[in-house]
């Protein structure tokens, strides 16, 4: 049990660290960035607090290890939603401009060839 | 006539048939303007298209069919032009059947018609397209009471205000269906007229038997939830 709780802390602590360096660098956004830096902070938390883990399991009826992989897979689903989420509206966002784009640039060859349509 | 009609195009890879369209369009009188719009095509579409005299809009990326179709709307809306009429750019659809779906536009009491081939006998289509399009055509039936049985067809009219909400608006994907469900949402009115349509003359249809399940499931969740929504 403490090998898990020892590797889980390392992990989290890593993970903290990670978001904060690329946060600082301005490699990702902040509304990301708390996002992460909640997981990992809650990931932190069980380990260093197990027994909230195993309130948990003893709640849901899963077993320790499960449970804590229930948390992270949790997270993780969280995560790509909001990634799904975010490409939608990039998709979206994108295709406003590749059509603006167009009908600018029409314009732009209808300027330099003296056309008014 | 002194309404002017926007004949948007959308084309990819249609160097062989896109000429015979616009001059088919041409010989329809001066009301008529041809806009194609060029879904980053690699072949010669442009060049043969603006030799034929049509306005060609060049997508820097592709788009697919709806996001086509939706820069030709918004070209005709920022133009002001009267009507839009949506034309495949691969001969499918004889130029010489657009005045039959811009003359209930113009009387007044329709904003959109779709031209159909099937309210006329005889048309040949695969099994698996002619059951979804009947699949369709009864979630229309039963969810809004549209009748429209050829809701896939791509040949098409709206007037200005359709084209206002279609230029902010539109679905992306497979839009024909959907477009219709919005505009009955958004309160316009929606009529179907029978046209001819030829057989393509080169190239294949994009829906393959392989896609046509997945094209029905997609089209068919992206109604149901757009029952839900507010537009």
């Known amino acids: ?117 | 006539m002194d309404r002017r009609v926007a004949v948007v195009i959308p084309a990819y890879n249609e160097e062989k048939s896109i000429a015979g369209v616009i001059r088919g369009v041409k010989a329809l009188g001066a009301g008529y303007h041809v806009v194609v719009i060029n879904d980053s095509s690699r072949d010669g579409t442009t060049r043969n298209a603006e030799a034929e005299g049509a306005v060609v809009i060049e997508l820097p990326v592709n788009l697919g069919i709806g996001g086509a179709v939706q820069t030709g709307f918004k070209y005709a809306f920022e133009h002001g032009f009267d009507a839009a009429v949506q034309v495949d750019g691969d001969g499918q659809h004889p130029p010489d059947q657009i005045p039959l779906l811009v003359e209930p536009l113009f009387e007044g009491g329709v904003d959109m018609v779709v031209g159909s081939r099937l309210l006329a006998s005889g048309y040949r289509m695969t099994f698996m397209r002619g059951l979804g399009i009947r699949l369709i055509s009864l979630f229309l039936r039963t969810f809004t009471g549209m009748s429209v049985r050829d809701a896939t067809s791509g040949f098409r009219a709206v007037n200005r205000g359709l084209m206002n909400f279609f230029a902010r608006s539109y679905p992306q994907d497979y839009p024909e269906p959907e477009s219709l469900l919005l505009a009955f949402l958004k309160g316009f009115k929606v009529a179907e007229v029978s046209v001819r349509m030829d057989y393509r003359k080169y190239g294949n249809s994009s829906i393959t038997p392989f896609r046509a399940v997945y094209y029905m499931t997609k089209v068919l969740l992206a109604m149901f939830i757009d029952l839900f929504r507010e537009v």
């Open chain 1, 1 to 117: 049990m403490f090998q898990i709780r020892l590797f889980v802390g390392i992990v989290a602590i890593l993970f903290f660290i990670a978001t904060f360096e690329f946060i600082r660098k301005g490699r990702l956004r902040e509304e990301y960035a708390i996002l992460w830096l909640s997981t990992s902070s809650i990931i932190a938390i069980l380990s260093l607090w197990p027994g909230l883990v195993s309130v948990l399991s003893e709640a849901t009826g899963l077993y320790y290890i499960t449970a804590v992989l229930a948390i992270f897979f949790s997270f993780l689903i969280a995560v790509l939603m909001h990634y799904s989420i975010t490409i939608s509206k990039m998709k979206e966002t994108n295709k406003e401009l590749i059509q603006k784009c167009a009908l600018l640039e029409l314009r732009v060859r209808d300027l330099e060839h003296g056309r008014s349509q």
